[in-house]
């Protein structure tokens, strides 16, 4: 297997990865069950780059039933070592509206009900992983030279609320996460992060905002169809982001 020089987990909107030349598919048997599909590696910018789309390709994949575990440990038995997660995220504060991108540094978990741990099979060692930080610092600062690089604007910084799903938020919800001090609220977040420490991978979450959270913007409600067309337009950075990354 050749290395990887970094692996992509597209979200909501991003369900193959453009220009990725000579791809080849891996279906990969994991301990914890069945990723959320075949693992695509190809060229790009010269490097070697691993894809993997997490809600599965045709988007039947709600956030509650994604198995992060099993796409971290396929994309880690591949020889992955670095990590972005792209997550399609709803903006609190309110410079971060619809098609802004933020590389948030810090989390909060607000999901249930999840299998959040390696630890959680019978057996296995259990680690209590440090947390404090739970983005790769390095991996941060590259993406930021990158998008300084591409001449693309980026958000340095921020919380993401990580919720259940699939259902959108309440207005309460929201008021409440704003109190804890979420500047963004996503749905697939958690435990994602969380899994990738464990597996000791340099991880960071691209948060492409696709529209204001419930109460924060001008908006009475929220259209599918326009956050989809938000998402589409902050999407199309992604892979010029990632060829700036990779040739950093």
């Known amino acids: 297997m050749s290395t990887i020089d970094l692996a992509v987990i597209g979200g909501s909107g991003l369900y193959n990865f453009p220009g990725l030349a000579n791809p080849a598919r891996h279906a990969v048997e994991t301990p914890y069950g069945a990723a959320s599909g075949e693992v695509v590696i190809g060229d790009f910018a010269g490097k070697r780059v691993a894809f993997l789309a997490r809600h599965g390709e045709s988007h039947t994949l709600p956030p509650h ?33 619809p098609r802004v991108i933020v590389l948030p ?11 959040t741990s390696y630890c959680d099979v019978d057996g296995a060692e259990v ?7 739970p983005y790769t610092e390095s991996l941060r600062q590259s993406l930021l030279a990158a998008a300084r690089t591409a001449g693309i604007a980026m958000i340095d910084g921020g919380c993401y609320g990580a919720t259940q799903g699939p259902r959108l938020e309440t207005r309460a919800e929201i008021a409440r996460m704003k109190r804890d001090g979420c500047d963004l609220v996503g749905m697939t977040g958690m435990p994602e992060a969380a899994l990738a420490r464990e597996l000791a991978l340099d991880y960071a979450c691209l948060a492409l905002v696709a529209n204001f959270a419930a109460g924060c913007g001008d ?12 998402l589409a337009a902050a999407t199309a950075a992604v892979p010029p982001l990632i060829a700036a990354l990779l040739q950093g």
Request: no cysteine; aromatic share 8%; proline share 0%.
């Open 65 to 97: 039933r994604v198995n992060y575990r099993a796409n971290l440990w396929a994309l880690h038995s591949l020889g992955a070592r670095r990590v972005i997660g792209v997550n399609a995220v709803g903006g609190i504060r309110a410079d971060m509206g």
């Open 105 to 115: 540094d810090q989390l909060i978990d607000y999901t249930h009900g999840r299998l």
């Open 127 to 133: 680690k209590h992983i440090d947390f404090s930080a």
């Open 219 to 230: 908006e009475a409600e929220i259209s599918i169809e326009e956050i989809f067309a938000h």
